[in-house]
């Protein structure tokens, strides 16, 4: 790790302020970033330390929504009331991330900020990477492929994001807060992070200098019947093979509205909104949810280590969805 100067902000427009430096980087708990400065994967010249701003609250909104400041702690989040009444989707997901040790300092912005990777990204011996030498090539292209992207992917990157919270955010419909030099903004939650396209070094949708403010939920009826399912190697601490988050508004035995989004199949959380228009206004048959989840995956071009995960993936939706409507 080489050295760097390191600003404990007092206010968020300091913070915001320094964060427009040419290679500043803001820290709240620093489970993953600390990590990529041990492995010099990242080398930031500043962090700004935005741990201590008050953004370390949960509040419910007017609309029956929610706001989650981009301080609380992953562990606080999954276990607030409000959370698991209203969103037991978001608290699943946080659940099956990382340690306890980890989700009790990982922020709920910093969660976002995780950088989309694989091992040949972490490795820096292998020298062809775009993520962290844009041009560079992409070693995992010829290599090992097993945990790679099957959706969304490009010559240049074939890496997935590894969060699970962020999967039951695009699926809940969630919107990012961000504070600029100049104003403050929302972005969708499924539309904060990117494709790599052409540019895979650049994992979201931020300028330079934002800083994560909160996350807001709007109100939701996909409380009472809501899934998240993930499947990996290891039972616990291990990224997914293939996750879904699946949230239904069910009358009847009918699907009136359907929120799916899958994690570990690509570059960034994958709404499956093909699937979502299919089921609505169905029952939860074995056709209907096969023919969904089939239409989920009409664009998956796996490779030959890891086309498994296209039947799993179709499994994995069926059986969330199946456990979500109480079917299950």
Known sequence: MRDFRYTRASDIDSAVRAGRSSNAKFVAGGTNLIDLMKGAVEQPEELI????????RIEPLVDGGLRIGAAVKNSDAAAHPLVRDRYPLLSQALLAGASA????????????????????FYDTAFKACNKRSPGSGCAALEGERRMHAILGASERCIAVH??????????????????GAASERTLPAAEFHRLPGDTPERDTNLEHGELITAIELPASRFGANAHYLKIRDRASYA???VSVAAALDMQDGRVRQARIALGGVAHKPWRARRSEEMLAGKSLDASALRAAAEAALLDAKPYPDNAFKVELAKRAIVRAVLVAGGAA
Request: aromatic fraction near 4%.
């Open 49 to 56: 330390d935005v741990s201590r701003l008050p953004l370390d």
């Open 101 to 120: 040790q980890l989700r009790n300092m990982a922020s709920m912005g910093g969660n976002l900020l995780q950088r989309t990777r694989c091992h040949y």
């Open 162 to 179: 590894p969060s699970d919270m962020a999967v039951a955010l695009a699926a809940l419909d969630a919107v990012v807060r961000v504070r």
């Open 239 to 241: 990224f997914a093979l």
